[in-house]
């Protein structure tokens, strides 16, 4: 068996923070924002010590969607109804809006505390 001398070359370029943007998604932001209320939404459930049957009594779905919702299949999900689920779960959502800096375009994101 023969060695191989090729080099590979990595490129490595720093994330922007948003998995999505960097991979040219469209609707990035909004991706990023849901994936983020989805992750508190698995972390409200863990910490209440619910089953995905009673999580989805409590937020108003059938189980099959708190499955889907765990596994990161967000298709279905707006981000309204992942704030409506959190504000179920007894979590505050707070929707802060204000005017945005000169050097960049204005954006969505959730910001966790």
Not at 3 to 9: A, F, G, L, M
Not at 38 to 53: E, M, N, V, W, Y
Request: no cysteine.
């Amino acid at each position: 068996m023969e060695n191989s001398t090729d080099e590979t070359k990595l490129t490595l370029i720093e994330s922007s923070g948003n998995v999505f943007a960097d991979l040219g998604l469209k609707d990035a932001e909004e991706m990023m924002a849901k994936a983020r209320l989805a992750g508190q939404l698995a972390l409200a459930i863990r910490d209440l010590g619910l089953t995905q049957k009673q999580a989805a009594e409590r937020m108003g779905l059938d189980q099959p969607k708190v499955s889907a919702l765990m596994r990161g299949k967000l298709s279905g999900f707006s981000i309204e109804r992942l704030v409506r689920g959190l504000v179920a779960l007894d979590r505050d959502v707070e929707i802060s809006v204000r005017t945005k800096p000169d050097n960049r375009p204005a954006h969505l994101a959730v910001v966790e505390r």
